[in-house]
């Protein structure tokens, strides 16, 4: 008998599984198409919804590129000084570490949300400089200080956010996103809807 020349016997077992496996994938695959497909219709409708909202203050949105300094980017991109994504990091990291005890109320481990202790707070303090961590509403508040300007945030469906309501200067204006990107929530920035939009004082460092 020349067994070269044999092909492989598949069992009908093994047969039923590959086609269970073929099936599973097909419905893995149509199920994240599917999601796809719904994001799609979510980031349509929130961009239509923001357009509205931006319209009536005759802005509109200005593209920031999605990473973890989107937050930073669309604040450095509406300061009329110089300021690198780095320098308002160590501005940021700077204020929160000399007002602890403003912070730490408000503080919690963004994974777990369990409450966290001071050297945990001063550890990710650390990490707005020296990693590239996502920002959030306790960065927002240090940088409201910082610049001494308000910022406003703005949502598809909630309500303007503002923070830092004590200054009375043009506020920075953020658009906040929860679809436009794969990576998740997203900053922008604004640009004037049109020529001869009204301007304000524009921030300074002090």
């Not at 419905?27 to 999601?35: D, G, P, T, Y």
Request: charged share 25%; aromatic share 8%.
């Amino acid at each position: 008998m020349n067994l070269e020349n044999q092909h492989p016997h598949i069992s009908r077992a093994q047969k039923r599984r590959e086609k269970r496996e073929a099936m599973v994938r097909e419905w893995q695959e149509r199920i994240l198409l599917a999601e796809m497909e719904h994001l799609a219709s979510f980031r349509q409708e929130e961009e239509e919804k923001l357009a509205t909202i931006l319209g009536a203050k005759y802005l509109e949105m200005k593209d920031i590129p999605a990473d973890s300094h989107c937050m930073y980017r669309a604040i450095q991109d509406q300061l009329v000084f110089s300021m690198t994504v780095e320098g308002l990091r160590r501005r940021t990291t700077d204020y929160m570490r000399k007002h602890v005890d403003d912070f730490l109320p408000f503080f919690s481990n963004p994974e777990t949300d369990d409450t966290c202790t001071r050297d945990d707070f001063m550890t990710y303090c650390d990490n707005i400089v020296h990693r590239p961590s996502w920002g959030g509403q306790l960065e927002l508040r240090a940088l409201s200080h910082v610049l001494q300007t308000p910022i406003e945030v703005i949502q598809a469906n909630s309500p303007t956010w503002v923070i830092g309501e004590e200054y009375h200067k043009k506020p920075l204006t953020l658009v906040y996103l929860h679809y436009a990107c794969s990576l998740g929530e997203h900053y922008n920035s604004v640009k004037p809807l049109a020529a001869g939009a009204a301007s304000g004082a524009a921030p300074r460092l002090f």
